[in-house]
């Protein structure tokens, strides 16, 4: 069972506030990555991490952040949220062979 | 310009028949790929995975075929069962990263 949390699970949040959506592994893997989601559609990478005080942009570009001070956390940061923020968000941590998921935030900016 | 694609949004399946769902790429460097299973409002879980030295894959009921040339892979599923109603994500890994395709929904009716 993968040990990678996402919190919070749901949040419906008003625009122009500034979220930080929480991601967590204790599998001790360097990797981490975040993906956006909208129904029907692939997942995009926003942002990735291969250790302590890297961070990358993906291939979809993004207005969020991310910092990684440990090597277990992998926060994303939207410092004013806008409606087309809305989204899943989907944290992973990955191993040479296969990338464990999060369950997922879903955000609804209002 | 996507480099993997599920040109197939849904298939509809009837319990106990196969359930083929089909994955195209377009980078002949891809050398390994994956299949995850996600449900509504949940993160993707991982399936089965196939290594391009590989034609083929089995893990219980889910099997992956690999055809280099044809730049194709299909995940098969024998027999099909409700809970395997969900939508499916092929995947190929890019260096460190994955790539994934917009989804198949397979529902497995009774």
């Known amino acids: 069972e993968a040990d990678i949390y996402q919190t919070p699970r749901y949040l419906v949040i008003g625009t122009g506030k500034k979220i930080t959506l929480e991601c967590s592994q204790t599998?001790?893997?360097?990797?981490m990555y975040w993906y956006q989601q909208d129904p029907g559609m692939e997942l995009h990478l926003i942002h990735y991490?291969?250790?302590?005080?890297?961070?990358e942009k993906g291939d979809l570009s993004s207005e969020s952040t991310v910092s990684r001070i440990r090597t277990e956390h992998f926060p994303l940061t939207l410092e004013s949220a806008r409606p087309s923020h809305t989204s899943q968000y989907l944290c992973?941590?990955?191993?040479?062979?296969?990338?464990?998921f999060g369950q997922g935030t879903r955000l609804t900016v209002v | 310009d996507q480099q993997v694609k599920q040109n197939s949004p849904s298939l509809s399946v009837q319990e106990g028949r196969i359930s083929i769902l089909n994955c195209d790429y377009t980078?002949?460097?891809?050398?390994?790929f994956l299949w995850y299973k996600k449900y509504p409002a949940e993160g993707p879980t991982f399936l089965i995975s196939?290594?391009?030295?590989?034609d083929k894959n089995e893990d219980g009921r889910f099997t992956v075929f690999l055809n280099k040339s044809a730049k194709h892979l299909s995940l098969h599923i024998v027999p099909s069962q409700p809970g395997d109603s969900a939508v499916y994500f092929c995947?190929?890994?890019?260096?460190?990263?994955?790539?994934f395709g917009t989804g198949t929904r397979l529902q497995v009716f009774p």
């Open positions: 995947a190929a890994m890019d260096t460190d990263k994955l790539i």
């Open positions: 992973a941590s990955q191993d040479n062979t296969e990338a464990f």
């Open positions: 196939i290594s391009s030295i590989k």
């Open positions: 991490s291969y250790g302590v005080n890297s961070t």
């Open positions: 599998m001790g893997h360097d990797k």
């Open positions: 980078n002949s460097m891809f050398d390994y």
